[in-house]
């Protein structure tokens, strides 16, 4: 069992992975110099593909 999960329990280390992967995605994202509606769906297509 990983560490992580044992510190968070299973539905907490997932909870974890899902907010780190969102925070990624809208780092990526922050850096683009587009409209906003194409920095929110570049975020959106980001987390879909991590999930």
Do not use: S
């Not at 992580?4 to 907490?12: A, V, W």
């Amino acid at each position: 069992m990983p560490i992580m999960e044992k510190l968070y329990g299973f539905k907490e280390f997932q909870t974890v992975l899902r907010a780190q992967v969102a925070h990624d995605c809208v780092n990526e994202v922050n850096g683009m110099d587009d409209d906003p509606c194409e920095l929110v769906t570049h975020a959106l297509h980001c987390i879909l593909q991590h999930y």
